[in-house]
């Protein structure tokens, strides 16, 4: 019997190694945020194609395209919050650079960069 002394050490490690696995990390994710002449904005609507209308924070409506390199990468809905670039030339028009996933929204809503949009949802 004290020959198989060495299988309870080995169970024991076991037990803990299991523990470590069922541990699970929460992730933080850190949003991006707007750069000189960028604006939070939350889709209100698509228009057809890749164009659509977008309410941004600073209380203007817009109509935003998704630029063809962003094309495969954005599936935007109605309510997505996305970063938007208005256009130089034309104030009503703006480009979609950005699209905001779960965490990054909650982030940016805690720090209250969103309090324009939250009044119409």
Known sequence: MEDFGDFKEIKEENKVNETKETHVEEVVTR????????????????????????KATDKKIR?????????RKFWLRPKDFVMIEPWPDNDDKADIVYQYRGGEINQ???????KDLEEEF
Do not use: D, E
């Open 31 to 54: 949003a991006r945020m707007p750069r000189r002449g960028q604006l939070i904005g939350v889709v209100l609507q698509r228009l057809g194609g890749s164009r659509m209308s977008v």
């Open 63 to 71: 109509n935003c395209r998704v630029p063809g390199r962003f094309s």
């Open 108 to 114: 940016i809503k805690k720090l209250g960069l969103t």
